[in-house]
């Protein structure tokens, strides 16, 4: 009976120093960082809420998932957006955003971290309100170049400059009876003898009638 108590003792120190090892355990990062993180708010980014959250006392950037929420209200009351959380800005040492967008207008944003270890910043930061782009106006294509009206030829034809032909005088190639070479001469020679034979023969007619009146 008497063990019992003294088990019972055993058991509950040894629970005792189990906590407190894990109790020293989980804050170590505490202890080499300090055991608050600075929060800034440095305003946004296309809507996104924007900070910077680093370790109070060194200023190390916290290498853990941040735990935080961001909660946003309008300045004059009427709006309000969130909660929302934080993650990391791909490229930077201590940038983290929200992925939410904010709507146009002046906010008040507050951001409490809980993980890795308490945190607080807030800040009053405005989102203007872009226009959005113009569809952009198809390019002009090129257009094919018109053919150019050809020029006027300078050398223009002898029988433009001078008018028509006069129908009644005929050119010299449609005249009767001209050749060329010794074909020329032989139509003449051939009308020659054809007239001489027609005088030859009204003048022996003549004279036959004329000495048939003298009888």
Do not use: C, Y
Request: charged share 15%.
């Amino acid at each position: 009976m008497r063990t019992r108590p003294a088990f019972r003792a055993f058991t509950a120190l040894g629970f005792l120093l189990t906590l407190v090892a894990q109790a020293l355990a989980m804050p170590s990062t505490a202890r080499a960082h300090g055991d608050t993180v600075k929060v800034v708010v440095t305003g946004q980014r296309d809507g996104h809420v924007t900070t910077e959250i680093t370790w109070e006392n060194d200023g190390d950037a916290v290498e853990e998932t941040v735990a935080a929420t961001v909660n946003a209200t309008s300045v004059d009351r009427t709006r309000s957006m969130g909660p929302w959380r934080l993650v990391r800005v791909p490229g930077t040492r201590a940038g983290w955003m929200t992925a939410e967008v904010l709507a146009p207008g002046n906010w008040k944003v507050t951001v409490d971290v809980g993980f890795p270890a308490l945190g607080h910043g807030e800040a009053e930061i405005a989102v203007p309100v872009v226009d959005p782009v113009p569809p952009s106006a198809p390019t002009p294509t090129a257009s094919a170049p018109l053919p150019s009206a050809p020029a006027p030829s300078s050398a223009a034809p002898s029988s433009a400059a001078t008018g028509p032909a006069d129908p009644s005088s005929p050119s010299p190639s449609s005249s009767p009876g001209v050749t060329s070479g010794g074909g020329r001469t032989g139509w003449w020679t051939t009308a020659g003898l054809v007239g001489i034979a027609l005088v030859g023969a009204a003048v022996g007619l003549w004279l036959r009638r004329a000495r048939a009146g003298r009888r």
